[in-house]
């Protein structure tokens, strides 16, 4: 079994910092990319940042410049720096992963629960 679990959201004024982790746990073997999305009241869920396994990059135009993925693989951890908070940012922040475990070695697509970021005006 393998959960995704995320951490670092809350409520931050417009121009503010936070930093979301999310950690992979369980029969964990291998890890390709790992990705944050965010999805709005209302709204579709939406690709954010996204980071492969080598360390190669993609972020959405709304946040690039502002917000920064990383990895550390010996952690199983995904991170996201985000920098110059708006409003239009609030959102419930979900972890993504392709992950195989050790009794598979298959690879799966995984989500966190979510995690909530508000940012105040």
């Known amino acids: 079994q393998v959960q995704l679990v995320e951490s670092g959201g809350g409520l931050v004024q417009a121009g503010g910092s936070l930093r979301l982790s999310c950690a992979a746990s369980g029969n964990v073997f291998s890890i390709k990319a790992m990705g944050w999305y965010r999805q709005a009241p209302g709204m579709q869920r939406e690709l954010v940042a996204h980071i492969t396994s080598g360390g190669s990059t993609k972020y959405a135009d709304s946040v690039k410049g502002r917000f920064t993925i990383s990895r550390d693989n010996a952690k199983n951890t995904v991170y996201l720096q985000m920098s110059s908070l708006k409003p239009e940012d609030t959102a419930v922040y979900h972890c993504?992963?392709?992950?195989?475990?050790?009794?598979?070695?298959?690879?799966?697509?995984?989500w966190g629960q979510g995690t909530q970021v508000t940012v105040s005006s």
């Open positions: 993504n992963a392709d992950i195989s475990t050790v009794t598979t070695l298959l690879f799966y697509n995984y």
